[in-house]
């Protein structure tokens, strides 16, 4: 888990502006909410803060379109829930049987995406209920390009993640032959799409595994701030953003050296489920919490830094309280996955947090679905996390227990389906 500025984080302390994508989408359903609109400081994320929420309407009618230069569910700001899921395509499938299931799967995208009811398999459990920012995310397994005899197509970036220290990985709860992320600020809304997708699916691709997720629910705080995860802390303070130097470099795959040319516009996911060992974390007092971390609780703010100071003050990695020791401690979080410390590695994340109720000692199931967006994970998520399980006091409290990687196509071409660069190029 990662929450410095080795990764990106979306939709949170700052969710003013539009994207273009957004921007059209919001304005076809007529959202544009007055001053709860406003655009700052170059930002290209659209508001669905407190006074975006209020209007009536509006976050059950925000539209995220289906297609754009990107697939959506990557730059779009975080929605309030996630279904994720993983399916295996079926033996003697082939790249047919995947040609199909995507076109099938894009048809039902476009029409979901805008409202309107999937023409087939509808279950009907969300037809009262608006777009909701729902947003559809297909990434590709590695698995997938030999049962689809396209072995040859598969990109080099999705080779197998090393072993971490500390690792606890269950097979069963990741990798798969095809990725789905589903968003949407209502629960409902997302559980539709993901049911629409599982019987579209029937015949060509079986379900492997599952998780929900949520996060705060736009509006939930009285202003823009960044969200908390499950142990309380500010999650994501000083990431780097959309538009500044360097940024669709470091997320977005370009053709050339060893990407091939149909994942270009496109990105790779590294999915992880990170289970957090909060009995243990709540045990802990907040100033050691603090440590562990960097950071104030109260209000995200670096360690030494001057009261009232604010989650965005820069961090003093030097600084020294009054007994000469380290501010921000040697092994505390924000210090080993600072930029500086990981050759400038960097990702855009969109973490959720998960409860799943009790394991059989007590414990509390929970933790964070942890997603990152990049240009090629070897010299991403690899790197970072190589560091941060050796290095980061952090980890004491964390368990990864699930993991995949996939190749995220660019969006579907206009009157095209998504996959169609690989499958047709």
């Known amino acids: 888990m990662t929450t410095e500025v080795t990764t990106v984080e979306q939709g949170s302390a ?9 921007l059209l989408g919001t304005a076809g359903a007529g959202l544009l909410v007055g001053a709860g609109a406003v655009a700052l400081g170059g930002s290209d994320r659209p508001d669905r803060s407190a006074g975006a929420a209020g209007a009536a309407g509006a976050l059950g009618a925000a539209r995220v379109p289906f297609r754009g ?24 499938a082939g790249r047919d049987g995947l ?26 459990i969300a037809l009262d209920a608006g777009p909701c920012s729902l947003t559809l995310t297909v990434g590709f397994g590695a698995a997938l390009f030999d049962k689809a005899a396209l072995a040859d197509h598969r990109p080099p970036g999705l080779e197998p993640l090393p072993a971490f220290p500390g690792d606890a990985l269950d097979p069963a709860r990741g990798d798969g032959d095809l990725f789905v992320q589903i968003g949407a600020d209502d629960a409902l809304v997302a559980v539709h799409a993901l049911r629409v997708l599982q019987r579209l699916a029937a015949g060509t691709a079986a379900l492997r595994w599952q998780s929900a997720g949520f996060a705060r629910t736009p509006g939930a705080a009285a202003q823009p701030v960044t969200g908390r995860n499950l142990m309380g802390q500010v ?78 003050a820069p961090v003093d990695l030097s600084a020294q309280g009054p007994d000469g020791a380290l501010a921000v401690p040697a092994d505390a979080h924000i210090r080993v996955a600072a930029p500086a410390a990981n050759g400038g590695a960097a990702m855009l994340r969109r973490g959720f947090s998960y409860h799943d109720g009790l394991l059989p000692d007590g414990s509390p199931d929970a933790g964070l679905l942890f997603l990152a967006f990049q240009a090629d994970p070897r010299r991403g998520f690899t790197p970072v996390q190589r560091k941060l399980s050796r290095g980061d006091g952090l980890s004491r409290f964390l368990r990864h227990e699930a993991s995949g990687v996939y190749a995220l196509p660019p969006s579907a071409p206009a009157g095209g389906y998504l996959g169609q660069q690989l499958l047709e190029g």
Request: aromatic fraction near 8%.
């Open 69 to 92: 230069e990107h697939q959506a569910g990557i730059l779009e700001p975080q929605q309030a829930r996630v279904q994720l899921a993983a399916f295996d395509l079926a033996e003697g």
């Open 235 to 312: 999650d994501g303070t000083n990431n780097p953003k959309p538009g500044e130097d360097g940024f669709a470099a470091k997320v977005f795959c370009a053709a050339g050296g060893d990407q091939p040319g149909w994942l270009a516009g496109g990105s790779y996911l590294v999915f992880r489920r990170i289970r957090m060992l909060l009995d243990h974390w709540e045990a802990l007092p907040v100033d050691r919490q603090e440590r562990v971390i960097g950071r104030r609780k109260s209000d995200g703010a670096p360690l030494g830094a001057p009261a009232g100071a604010g989650e965005h």
């Open 99 to 124: 040609r199909g299931l995507l076109q099938r799967w894009t048809k039902a995208a476009e029409r979901l995406t805008a409202g309107e009811p999937a023409e087939e398999f509808d279950n009907q």
């Open 14 to 22: 700052d969710r003013t502006g539009f994207t273009r994508r957004a």
